[in-house]
């Protein structure tokens, strides 16, 4: 698996590349220090996973993914940062990136990585707990647009809000055997994988 790391400190770029060379499975093909750099390294490398930091000089990270997926949509992008910003959360759910964690887990990177690579999307924990609360208001929805109807849509509201099968049944007075199929039907429809992606494509999208 090749990687490119974007990151403005040398010595996190150089850390990283270490942890990740000495699981055997993954090969750090070059190393950018910015936006400019990261979009010139894709181009030349096309590399499996774009590893990069968010606040850098010049183009930011985010700035610098947003052009990377406009022009290759099947991008894997993966921002490792110190920052949780809720601005910077929603940003990076929006532009497509597949995954978002914290420099301070050092240990969850390379097992980022290989979830990502594997088609899964991933945020971190700590990212994950924020995310319900970036949205207060109840948003209006084209049903149409998704083929999915009204019920369907609250139960992707309360997942990602966070709510286990067993609460979302409680909430909408329906059995948990219910509530699974529902799920099974909306992930088939929306051609996701996990609960994950779901709540990543109800905030990316709604």
Request: charged fraction near 25%.
């Amino acid at each position: 698996m090749n990687v490119i790391i974007v990151d403005d400190d040398q010595l996190v770029s150089m850390s990283i590349k270490t942890i990740l060379e000495a699981t055997g499975d993954i090969t750090v093909a070059d190393i950018g220090k910015n936006g400019e750099e990261a979009i010139k390294l894709y181009e030349q490398y096309k590399p499996d996973i774009l590893l990069m930091d968010i606040r850098m000089e010049g183009m930011t990270g985010l700035e610098a993914g947003a052009k990377i997926i406009e022009k290759h949509p099947d991008a894997k992008i993966l921002f490792l940062t110190t920052f949780s910003d809720d601005e910077y959360i929603i940003k990076s759910i929006h532009i497509g990136a597949k995954g978002y964690i914290l420099k301070q887990a050092f240990e969850s990177i390379a097992p980022a990585i290989n979830s990502v690579y594997n088609g899964q999307t991933v945020f971190g924990d700590e990212i994950m707990n924020k995310i319900p609360n970036l949205i207060n208001k109840q948003p209006t929805i084209n049903f149409e647009e998704w083929n999915i109807n009204e019920k369907e849509f609250e139960i992707v509201r309360l997942v990602a809000e966070g709510l286990n099968n067993k609460e979302i049944a409680g909430e909408l007075y329906l059995s948990e055997g219910t509530v699974r199929n529902y799920l099974s039907t909306i992930l088939e429809k929306l051609n996701l994988r996990d609960r994950t992606q779901l709540a990543c494509f109800y905030y990316k999208h709604i």
